[in-house]
């Protein structure tokens, strides 16, 4: 049978994707993508764990044959002579993936595992329930499934979690001395070292400490900061988000960085998270400076570039760290 027979329609859109963004995308297109993935958690899940498997099998060299370009062809001529054989292969693993995430565990049973990313990757993790977890730069997750409970342990970073339901066997993500308890929901989870963050983008959450009376819910389209060390904790007061939010937010779940009149201080240190070459600002006079964009996340180099093309910025480069200041007129 054909990779095609057997890969659904939203593997196919995922994949359509994945060529045009190699290829390059618009604004347009970026903001049309953003918004596919927004639409439906089942979008985001498909479009990670193929570009996981396309990275990989991107990296193979091509198999040349009778009609084939010769290898004197430039590079972005060869290369898509033969993405859609890396397509069909990164399908045809996809396939294998998704059916095993779609395989429900049977009520009753125990499952642990422990998950983590280094500065700069990310990871999918498909658990045995049909939940997904998605983890993002420098983070550490654990999983404990009890008969009666299914509990993941945000230990470091942030991660995005597509909940199966299950109304018998509550999902509940502890950070810090937070829970988010829930029973089949799509939200989002950032560990700081001030705060718990939560964004919702379907159904509701509950938010409570450990053991403790719930502090209040958190809808789809809502978000809540939830400060640390504060006694007692304090109740949930959640702020409604726009679409651009949202997109901000989550943005890395594409591996990019969305900004929208956003202080350099704080994009300086969002490009910090995802690299081990760092951005400093060494002129103070910088970092309420408001720019916008997308970005690669592991991309810093574009970023800087545009500051020094356009915004009177100069770039002192070091083996470990670039250097931000104003020129000297």
């Known amino acids: 049978m054909s990779a095609d027979a057997e890969y659904d329609p939203t593997e196919q859109r995922a994949a359509d994707w994945l060529v045009r963004r190699d290829r390059g995308l618009s604004p347009a297109q970026e903001g049309e993508l953003t918004r596919w993935l927004a639409a439906d958690a089942r979008h985001a899940a498909a479009f990670n764990a193929l570009a996981e498997t396309w990275h990989l099998v991107a990296d193979l060299p091509p198999v040349l044959d009778s009609n084939t370009r010769s290898p004197s062809a430039s590079a972005s001529t060869r290369r898509t002579s033969w993405w859609p054989a890396v397509l069909a292969t990164a399908a045809a693993l996809a396939i294998v993936a998704f059916g095993v995430r779609d395989r429900f565990e049977p009520q009753g049973t125990s499952y642990a595992a422990a998950a983590s990313t280094e500065v700069g990757t990310w990871r999918n993790l498909s658990l045995p329930d049909g939940s997904v977890i998605q983890l993002n730069t420098d983070s550490v997750v654990d999983v404990n499934f009890e008969p009666t409970l299914r509990r993941v342990r945000l230990v470091k970073g942030e991660a995005h979690f597509s909940v199966a339901k299950d109304p018998s066997r509550p999902f ?33 959450v509950r938010v409570a400490p450990p053991g403790n009376p719930d502090l209040g819910s958190v809808s789809a389209g809502q978000r809540v900061s939830i400060a640390l060390g504060s006694e007692p904790a304090p109740e949930v007061a959640p702020v409604s988000v726009d679409a651009v939010e949202i997109r901000q937010t989550l943005a890395w779940t594409t591996r990019r960085l969305d900004f929208d009149g956003t202080t350099l201080q704080d994009i300086v240190a ?53 250097r931000l200041r104003l020129k000297q007129r």
């Open 172 to 204: 509940v993500v502890s950070a810090a001395a937070i829970d988010v308890r829930v029973v089949g929901t799509v939200f989002n989870v950032r560990l700081r070292p001030e705060s718990v963050d939560v964004l919702v983008t379907e159904g509701k």
């Open 270 to 322: 969002e490009f910090n998270r995802y690299n081990r070459h760092k951005l400093i600002l060494a002129d103070p006079r910088l970092k309420d400076r408001r720019f916008g964009g997308s970005f690669p996340a592991s991309d810093h180099g574009t970023f800087v570039r545009m500051l020094e093309d356009n915004f009177g910025v100069e770039a002192e480069s070091r083996p470990d760290e670039t």
